[in-house]
């Protein structure tokens, strides 16, 4: 099978949706040897953030001299980026090869009166034959969706993060954010330990009980450990942390946002908590791994004629997170923004928040069948913002905005991962073109 064979039969699974549950990952992964048994995991679940700090904790280990595997979801270009050995993407033929593999037991499955399993449940297993075969030291898993019912909670980790816990995923979650705590909450095995950042009260009463009832022990960011915004610019920002075992001061990460600094400290005190279980990490290997993080979309600058921030903002504390980073950063410029999201999210709650930060709206559509109804963002910008287009190519959505843009505005492009990756490939595009 070569790698476009099997990037269209990976596309076919689509056809069997969203059905949660571990039955047919077990089995899937019974059949292949259970290969999640060989390697050694950090699994990493939350609302927001999750994504961030997977890739901090894997570039700290690699800094430390380890082989270190990531699974991320979903990809922003290609579908090798969700599958990483110390940064690399795993390569097209390989890939090809391990679903060449999979594809007679997914067959047997079905013949022998097994659901069949999903994409996301083919992708995991994927993910965990590959990272045992290449002997990785480490493994950071991303939850896909939720917690309990994700299939990548067939794992007995080294440790539970759970970044925080926020509205998000009504539709499979719950409809408060108890109901998606609990779910959320599923990552946490017994004796495990855990590190959250959550300062929800309800949330964090939740996780608490949980670990209690598991006999894990609970680490909280903002409460265990601590941390001391510093100076920042366009190119990244500086912060102190004060953990369990050690203070450090002015440590750098590339990214822009407040809620990196608390990604940050939510990854280092994992690793001081690895550090307790064996895992040797030097000072300048962390200063250095930290230094080092690239994670695209989230605050990405591009260009300055006119600037262009692209940031995945995809729910409502996502939009707050970039709504303080567009005052902390841009005060004084005029912002022209290119905004489109999914149906199943709280649109009305991310435009209150962003569309009173612009001067210009223009709403496109994101590529994918939960777009929904696209348009009806565009009349509930107009509560805020009286020059508000609708433009369902996304790629004209950019060109427009950067046309439209004058001396002193900002483009900001935000909104569905499926659209904003679509936005970004345009501006990868003319940076080339430069």
């Known amino acids: 099978m070569l790698y476009d064979e099997a990037m269209v039969y990976l596309q076919n699974l689509t056809k069997f949706g969203m059905n949660f549950g571990l039955d047919r990952i077990t089995e899937l992964l019974r059949r292949l040897g259970d290969p999640h048994r060989r390697v050694k995991v950090i699994h990493v679940g939350g609302t927001n953030g999750k994504g961030s700090t997977t890739a901090m904790l894997a570039s700290v280990l690699k800094g430390a001299g380890y082989r270190v595997g990531t699974f991320t979801s979903p990809h922003l270009h290609c579908y090798t980026e969700r599958f990483r050995i110390n940064g690399t993407e795993i390569d097209p033929n390989q890939l090809a090869i391990l679903i060449s593999r999979l594809c ?7 013949r022998d009166g097994f659901e069949h399993p999903t994409e996301f449940e083919v992708s995991t297993a994927l993910a965990f034959c590959y990272f045992a075969e290449e002997s990785v030291d480490y493994l950071v898993l991303e939850v896909g969706l939720g917690g309990a019912i994700d299939s990548t909670n067939v794992v007995h980790p080294l440790l539970s993060v759970i970044t925080n816990v926020a509205m998000d995923h009504m539709d499979y979650l719950g409809n408060t954010v108890s109901d998606i705590a609990r779910v959320k909450a599923g990552i946490i095995k017994p004796g495990v330990p855990v590190v959250t950042a959550s300062d929800n009260p309800e949330v964090l009463a939740i996780i608490q009980e949980t670990c209690r009832a598991k006999g894990c022990r609970l680490i909280q960011v903002g409460k265990d450990i601590t941390w001391t915004y510093g100076k920042y610019s366009l190119r990244g920002q500086y912060f102190d942390y004060q953990g369990l075992n050690c203070s450090l001061s002015e440590l750098w990460i590339p990214l822009l946002g407040q809620h990196q600094v608390v990604n940050a400290a939510t990854a280092l005190v994992a690793l001081e908590v690895l550090a307790g279980l064996g895992v040797h990490i030097a000072e300048n290997a962390l200063r250095n791994g930290l230094g ?25 504390e996502g ?65 805020y913002v009286s020059d508000v287009d609708t433009v369902e190519s996304i790629s004209d959505a950019v060109l427009t905005a950067l046309k439209q843009a004058g001396q002193g505005d900002l483009v900001c492009i935000t909104g569905s991962l499926y659209m904003v990756a679509e936005a970004r490939e345009v501006m990868l595009g003319l940076r080339k073109k430069e």
């Not at 007679?104 to 079905?110: F, G, K, T």
């Open 104 to 110: 007679p037991h997914l067959e047997a499955m079905a």
């Open 292 to 316: 080092k993080i690239v994670w695209p979309a989230r605050l990405e600058l591009f260009g300055n004629k006119p600037p262009v921030l692209i940031d995945g903002a995809h729910n409502y």
């Open 319 to 383: 939009a707050r997170g970039l709504r303080q980073a567009l005052d902390t950063y841009f005060p004084n410029r005029g912002i022209i923004m290119v905004l489109g999201m999914l149906g199943d999210k709280e649109r009305a709650r991310v435009v209150a928040e962003l569309a009173p930060r612009a001067r210009k709206v223009i709403v496109t559509k994101p590529n994918s069948p939960r777009a929904g109804d696209w348009k009806q963002m565009a009349g509930q910008a107009r509560q």
